[in-house]
């Protein structure tokens, strides 16, 4: 398959899925296992979900929560979590993102893919978030269930990653399902009076906290 062809396809798959038009070539629902024991499951976040203002809150609300760790601080609101969910996720044309619901189809947490590069075949891990108190490591089976969707839909040649270099327990998650760190960013913060935004530092600026690069390899 060329590199157009491999493109048109993934585009489409995504953009079905988001808009709950039917897709043969992939499920929207992904059950998680924990040593043969299904602990809860990962479900397509779609189009319907605008209209459930419950989830908008609980988004914003984890967002606050853990914005030490997302690349921009800023106050965080149900409007401006509904816009992002809109735009920046369900006519992103190439992210998608999964909740992560226990058995009792409760949200937990969320994780997704984003930033395709068709060319060379490989998209990142996103938005990795455990929001509420759940089975102890939920997060290790969870992430393996969604990256097995991920190579079985996509296959790419590599998955890709990056967390602050400071976050340990997400690192030692990662690794657990086998990424393995390849590089490092130094970042800088762009502070106004709204928001905080972590950006690559300039040539010869040192850096205030680091993004560190992890990428799994299917065939290795």
């Given at each position: 398959?060329?590199?157009?062809?491999?493109?048109?396809?993934?585009?489409?798959?995504?953009?079905?899925?988001?808009?709950?038009?039917?897709?043969?070539?992939?499920?929207?629902?992904?059950?998680?296992?924990?040593?043969?024991?299904?602990?809860?499951?990962l479900?397509?976040?779609?189009?319907?979900?605008?209209?459930?203002?419950?989830?908008?809150?609980?988004?914003?609300?984890?967002?606050?929560?853990?914005?030490?760790?997302?690349?921009?601080?800023?106050?965080?609101?149900?409007?401006?979590?509904?816009?992002?969910?809109?735009?920046?996720?369900?006519?992103?044309?190439?992210?998608?993102?999964?909740?992560?619901?226990?058995?009792?189809?409760?949200?937990?947490?969320?994780?997704?893919?984003?930033?395709f590069?068709?060319?060379?075949?490989?998209?990142?891990?996103?938005?990795?978030?455990?929001?509420?108190?759940?089975?102890?490591?939920?997060?290790?089976?969870?992430?393996?269930?969604?990256?097995?969707?991920?190579?079985?839909?996509?296959?790419?040649?590599?998955?890709?990653?990056?967390?602050?270099?400071?976050?340990?327990?997400?690192?030692?998650?990662?690794?657990?399902?086998?990424?393995?760190p390849?590089?490092?960013?130094?970042?800088?913060?762009?502070?106004?009076?709204?928001?905080?935004?972590?950006?690559?530092?300039?040539?010869?600026?040192?850096?205030?906290?680091?993004?560190?690069?992890?990428?799994?390899k299917?065939?290795?």
């Amino acid at each position: 398959m060329n590199v157009s062809s491999y493109e048109t396809d993934i585009l489409e798959i995504l953009h079905n899925i988001k808009h709950q038009i039917p897709e043969t070539r992939a499920h929207t629902l992904i059950p998680v296992y924990d040593n043969g024991v299904r602990v809860a499951h990962l479900r397509l976040i779609t189009s319907a979900d605008l209209g459930r203002p419950e989830l908008i809150q609980l988004l914003a609300k984890w967002r606050t929560v853990h914005e030490h760790w997302f690349p921009a601080q800023f106050k965080v609101t149900a409007e401006g979590t509904k816009r992002w969910l809109e735009l920046g996720v369900l006519e992103c044309k190439d992210r998608i993102l999964f909740m992560l619901e226990d058995e009792r189809n409760q949200p937990i947490g969320h994780m997704g893919f984003y930033r395709f590069n068709f060319a060379e075949r490989h998209c990142e891990i996103d938005n990795v978030v455990r929001g509420e108190a759940a089975k102890p490591g939920i997060m290790t089976p969870a992430l393996q269930a969604l990256m097995r969707w991920g190579l079985d839909v996509f296959q790419p040649a590599e998955l890709r990653l990056s967390t602050y270099a400071e976050n340990d327990k997400a690192i030692s998650l990662y690794k657990r399902c086998g990424f393995e760190p390849y590089d490092k960013t130094p970042l800088v913060a762009s502070r106004t009076p709204e928001r905080v935004d972590w950006v690559p530092a300039k040539a010869g600026q040192e850096g205030e906290r680091y993004s560190l690069w992890m990428r799994f390899k299917p065939n290795q």
